[in-house]
């Protein structure tokens, strides 16, 4: 299995085996729940595969029909929140058009999705010390992507022409990804606080912080 950006070029190899039968599933996601639960205690560093092993209840050549390794499996759990977290942004902005409704219910989006699993900050940034290199890509393809859809709205006039795309990509997404962390430290924050921290931060980006 390969990982590919929004673009169509290859990023990582996977190295691992999707299932072909039902018993082949069961075990697959047995193995996909050990590693969620023993990456999210210990650590990538300290989690091995006979841990995983164990914990999945599965013979030890299982685990190698699917995984090449401990990296692989880490991968395929980083690329499975990759696509989930941009399949849950782009569901939630169908029908809005205007960038500042798609911003909004964007981070409203990955908010709800982060809130729900918060293990996916620890496997997306676990990979700065797993290889700099995966850490990188992850954040320039999301980069990318951003750059492609706001050149959109520079173009129908919505977003001013004299800012750097690129910059105002990453300051974005670092406002996502902050925000996020913002709701999980409360524990237990209902829609009523999401729905406040978020129009808070789209009053910030729509009008900005300081007064003239």
Not at 184 to 205: P, Q, S
């Amino acid at each position: 299995m390969i990982i590919y950006n929004d673009y169509g070029d290859k990023m990582e190899n996977l190295n691992c085996r999707p299932p072909k039968t039902k018993v082949g599933e069961r075990s697959f996601k047995k193995i996909i729940k050990a590693g969620k639960a023993l990456f999210a205690k210990d650590g990538y560093q300290s989690t091995s595969i006979n841990d995983i092993i164990a914990k999945a209840k599965v013979a030890a050549g299982t685990f190698y029909i699917y995984f090449d390794n401990k990296r692989a499996l880490y991968l395929y759990l980083l690329n499975e929140y990759s696509v989930n977290i941009r399949e849950a942004s782009t569901l939630a902005t169908e029908g809005y058009n205007t960038r500042l409704e798609i911003e909004r219910e964007g981070l409203r989006a990955f908010i709800h999705y982060t809130n729900k699993d918060p293990l996916s900050y620890k496997i997306i940034w676990e990979s700065l010390f797993v290889d700099y290199k995966i850490f990188k890509d992850y954040y320039v393809s999301f980069a990318q992507s951003y750059i492609h859809h706001l050149k959109q709205h520079v173009e129908s006039g919505e977003i001013r022409d004299d800012i750097d795309l690129e910059t105002t990509a990453y300051v974005l997404m670092g406002v996502s990804n902050f925000v996020g962390l913002q709701v999980i430290f409360k524990e237990g924050a209902d829609e009523i606080d999401i729905d406040f921290i978020v129009n808070e931060t789209m009053k910030v980006l729509h009008s900005g912080m300081f007064t003239k």
